[in-house]
């Protein structure tokens, strides 16, 4: 028997407002990590900040150039790209 797809169905707030953590420290880690690279003079420490910050920029990319983000208010606003949760593994 064929299985009919579902349709893709909107995350749950609790998922969104994790999602919404999450970014904030993520961009706050590749701020804290370029601060840190441009103080540093040794370059085993410059190569490993450098990979450090490559592994939290593709962490920051998951979200998609409409990513989840907290407004004024605390209310969230936009959605990852892609992420509804019909089409998460």
Same mark, same amino acid.
């Given at each position: ?33 370029? %601060? ?40 969230? %606003?936009?959605?990852? %790209? ?8």
């Amino acid at each position: 028997m064929a299985s009919v797809p579902l349709a893709p169905q909107p995350l749950p707030a609790a998922l969104l407002r994790a999602a919404v953590i999450h970014h904030r420290l993520v961009d706050a880690f590749i701020q804290l990590t370029r %601060t840190e690279l441009a103080r540093q003079r040794d370059d085993y420490a410059r190569d490993s900040l450098n990979e450090l910050l490559d592994v939290l920029k593709a962490q920051l990319a998951v979200y998609g150039p409409d990513a989840v983000v907290p407004s004024p208010a605390g209310v969230l %606003t936009g959605m990852p %790209t892609g992420l509804e949760a019909a089409n998460l593994p």
